[in-house]
């Protein structure tokens, strides 16, 4: 369950920039946790600050990109994106991207809250449909199993591992509708 003092907000893209040292800091502790999100190590704190920059603030400033962050303590805890830039024939779609918990923060429901939200959102956008992808085996499969999504498959050696490049991991597709 959230902590009481869990502050949840859906950021513009200059809030977001505002924020880059510590979204940033969030991306990089995630990676250096061994979150498959991307990345593989040796990740540094620059190329966190510039996923975030080249990646995340032009789409959350065109509008096709929603970036929540979770606060906690005063401290960026977590944040996940929900996209919205589908094709003409899936306007009824959307896809949860980087659903990251600082370490610091894990187990305390942070997840479970940013996930309700970017779920919310979708289902005010008119989204009836999410999609997203995990780590097969990761910690967030029973997460997102809990909360309703239904697994399509899985694709072995989709992407190597973020601590051992030479092992690619498996992805697990998902969906729920909404």
Not at 16 to 21: H, K
Not at 148 to 175: C, E, H, K, N
Request: hydrophobic share 45%; net charge neutral.
């Amino acid at each position: 369950m959230p902590q009481s003092n869990l502050e949840m907000t859906l950021l513009s893209a200059d809030a977001a920039g505002a924020m880059l040292a510590d979204l940033a800091d969030l991306l990089h502790a995630c990676v250096q946790g061994g979150a498959s999100v991307s990345f593989v190590l040796p990740y540094a704190p620059e190329d966190a600050q510039a996923f975030w920059r080249a990646k995340v603030l032009p789409a959350v400033a065109e509008g096709t990109l929603a970036l929540w962050v979770a606060r906690q303590d005063g401290r960026v805890a977590g944040s996940v994106q929900l996209d919205c830039d589908t094709p003409p024939n899936q306007p009824h779609r959307a896809e949860v991207r980087k659903l990251l918990v600082h370490p610091d923060f894990r187990r305390r429901g942070i997840a479970r809250a940013l996930l309700r939200e970017a779920e919310a959102l979708a289902v005010r956008r008119g989204r009836s449909l999410i999609t997203l992808d995990t780590r097969t085996g990761d910690s967030a499969e029973p997460l997102y199993a809990s909360m309703g999504y239904r697994t399509v498959g899985v694709i072995p050696g989709f992407s190597r591992d973020p601590r051992d490049a030479g092992r690619l991991d498996g992805t697990t597709i998902m969906y729920k509708q909404l």
